[in-house]
């Protein structure tokens, strides 16, 4: 090191050392950025289940939504026929495939009335034998009310209780819906929807589009729906809260219940990344098999706690289609998942999990 | 295998700089897919599985490859303390790089999902379908992504340091210049 007095070397080091300083700091910020920390405005998994939690408070252990439900088991029939269409194991000719399945009603209250809602829904997840699964989350209505995340997010915003009242101020949910001419047709369907009295005479729709690809390699534009193979009790109205899971009991306890599973194939120029447009019903259909449930169990201590009912885990052979709904529900389905495991465990942070579910009948 | 040239071997450049890139791609990746609701979250998840057993694999390489061809000493006249503080990073680099695959695949196994690398291409499960240990896994993925996004910014620092204040060859170890050309 040459022994020149220091003042000459120090703007040429203030540059070096400003380059070390700012190429981390760069990075740093990026990645703050990218990470959705110094983007408060970007619509986040977190901040829309945040919403379901301002909605209905917090219930710890329980799914941020369709946090009511009861556990289901059972199995996939193949018919074959959806085996040109998908080269997925589980539409092969004769092929039977284990189920763990779920029926639920909407909303993030586990103690509301089963009359509270006219929507039922019912999620299931297939094993193949090739160790693939295929997890789907369906509802009982044939459209959904938004096209997009970001209009979910808004329709959850104005269905946010007014503390005052303790019920949603009708003032925004009707500016949301004028907003939103999109919500008509499941506005129309909801007019005349009521809370059916079981799950078992209720039809089940995929809602997003999805892409089966054939053996051919050809790919196919779908949708799917479960329809029920029982009839509709004309028994009494249900008075209780949990008259489903009563209804389920009972109606198990005198044999299986089934639901063939409906393809609906695209015309080109159907809309598949638009899940509030019900596709023309001159649509070719295929009968791809029976879905036969046997048993229920209670959520809490069944087969069905632990599954997150990610409908872009798929098998080879069915593919997510563009319809934005998917990846935000993926996104959103696997933090609501994160926040109720780290409750069951636990976690320092985490809302603690009440030591015996109280019964309160919560709206 | 004595080092006579004052440069990392030849393997271990190429691996370093070929994994640098991965690596700060893949912790991009993992922050932006966990922080959004968009198409970006369906395909940046689409390569973040692959792209991370790649790593794994790579990792096992250049663990090897470092046994093998011992790197340039450092120069003898740095401090203890910046000694110790780069090998002690340089192992803590190694750790993360193979624990984080390893706890991402074992975090995805305890969640009870198929560990798919793309449509048909399934890795096993190695651990056992548990919620309890998924809640850990998934957390323990997140800090030690944060700790090795913060070990490789002080690992840039450092090298930068090297490079324009002492300028002591050791940037030009892994750049791949001879010391004081």
């Keep these: 090191m040459p022994e020149s007095p220091t003042p000459k070397k120090r703007p040429h080091h203030l540059g070096a050392w400003v380059l070390i300083a700012a190429v981390p700091a760069a990075c740093a910020l990026a990645f703050g950025y990218v990470g959705g920390w110094l983007a408060p405005q970007r619509l986040t998994p977190k901040r829309l289940v945040d919403q379901f939690e301002a909605n209905a408070g917090v219930h710890p252990g329980y799914r941020r939504n369709h946090a009511k439900g009861v556990c289901v088991a059972g199995y996939f029939q193949s018919s074959g026929q959806a085996a040109p269409y998908s080269m997925a194991q589980v539409f092969a000719p004769g092929q039977r495939t284990p189920v763990v399945g779920r029926f639920a009603i909407p909303g993030s209250n586990p103690y509301a009335p089963d009359s509270s809602v006219p929507i039922r829904s019912m999620a299931l997840r297939f094993t193949q034998t090739n160790g693939q699964q295929w997890r789907t989350g369906m509802n009982s209505m044939p459209v959904f009310p938004v096209a997009t995340p970001q209009a979910f997010y808004e329709q959850l915003q104005a269905q946010q209780p007014d503390p005052a009242t303790g019920k949603p101020d009708p003032k925004k949910v009707a500016a949301f819906f004028a907003a939103h001419p999109e919500t008509a047709a499941f506005r129309a369907w909801a007019k005349t929807a009521k809370p059916s009295a079981s799950f078992a005479t209720e039809s089940y729709w995929s809602l997003d589009a999805f892409v089966f690809t054939g053996p051919d390699g050809q790919r196919h534009a779908v949708r799917w729906r479960m329809v029920p193979q029982s009839a509709d009790d004309d028994g009494a109205a249900p008075t209780d809260a949990d008259y489903l899971a009563t209804d389920l009991r009972q109606r198990l306890s005198h044999g299986p219940l089934r639901w063939k599973l409906v393809v609906t194939l695209a015309n080109p120029g159907d809309p598949t990344d638009d899940a509030t447009r019900a596709w023309p019903t001159d649509r070719p259909t295929v009968d791809a098999g029976t879905l036969v449930v046997e048993s229920e169990q209670a959520q809490d201590s069944g087969p069905c706690r632990d599954i997150n009912y990610d409908p872009t885990v798929l098998p080879n052979g069915i593919a997510p289609s563009d319809d934005p709904l998917l990846p935000a529900r993926s996104a959103a389905y696997a933090d609501s998942y994160l926040r109720r495991t780290s409750e069951e465990a636990h976690l320092p942070g985490t809302a603690s999990m009440p030591a015996k579910a109280q019964p309160e009948a919560r709206q | ?181």
Aim: hydrophobic share 60%.
């Design chain 2, 1 to 181: 295998m004595k080092d006579t040239t004052g440069l990392f071997a030849l393997p271990a450049r190429v691996l370093h700089w070929l994994m640098a890139a991965m690596i700060l791609a893949m912790l991009f990746i993992g922050v932006g897919m966990v922080a959004s609701v968009s198409e970006r979250h369906a395909w940046l998840l689409r390569i973040h599985k692959p792209l991370g057993i790649a790593i794994l694999l790579l990792a096992v390489v250049r663990l090897a490859v470092r046994l093998h061809y011992p790197p340039p000493p450092l120069p003898a006249d740095l401090p203890m303390p910046q000694k110790l503080a780069a090998h002690a990073s340089h192992w803590l680099l190694y750790a993360l790089m193979i624990a984080m695959p390893l706890v991402g695949w074992a975090m995805l196994s305890a969640g009870g999902y198929p560990v798919m690398l793309g449509d048909s291409l399934r890795l096993p499960a190695i651990f056992p379908a548990n919620p309890i240990a998924f809640a850990v896994l998934r957390h323990l993925h997140t800090w030690l992504a944060m700790l090795l996004f913060l070990t490789v910014l002080a690992h840039m620092a450092a090298a930068l340091y090297h490079g324009l204040i002492r300028r002591d060859g050791v940037l030009a170890s892994m750049v791949g210049r001879r010391r004081g050309a």
